[in-house]
Nanobody, 123 residues
Framework: VQLQASGGGSVQAGGSLRLSCLAS????????MGWFRRAPGKEREFVSG????????TYADSVKGRFAISRDNAKNTVYLQMNSLKPEDTAVYYC?????????????????WGQGTQVTVSS
């Protein structure tokens, strides 16, 4: 599976962005998908995940209520809608695919990674 993330950019605090991650291959619908981010000087951290069928989602506490993950299996795409953005959301955002059933928080649980897209939130 090859993943290509897009949709990053620069916004002011309180603004919104929607990230997209397009996957190649015909087995996208069998993968758990996740979004991670890495802020300057920090480790890559889990942001959100969605089950293969899209019925289960989970979020990091820091983004709960502001971000929403979704997927369109017909388009091989997973999305991350980010609202009420804060300067601390500034990071490179990565999408990842996991060949499994459960949504996992650990980076090592994911098998495929996209190249990352930069999100910058100014105050």
């Amino acid at each position: 599976v090859q993943l290509q993330a897009s949709g990053g950019g620069s916004v002011q605090a309180g603004g919104s962005l929607r990230l997209s991650c397009l996957a190649s291959g015909r087995t996208f619908s069998s993968y758990v998908m996740g979004w991670f981010r890495r802020a300057p000087g920090k480790e890559r951290e889990f942001v959100s995940g969605i089950s293969s069928g899209g019925f289960r989602t989970t979020y990091a506490d820091s983004v709960k209520g502001r971000f929403a993950i979704s997927r369109d299996n017909a388009k091989n795409t997973v999305y991350l809608q980010m609202n009420s953005l804060k300067p601390e959301d500034t990071a490179v955002y990565y999408c990842a695919a996991r060949d499994g059933i459960t949504i996992e928080y650990a980076r090592d649980s994911y098998d495929y990674w996209g190249q990352g897209t930069q999100v910058t939130v100014s105050s």
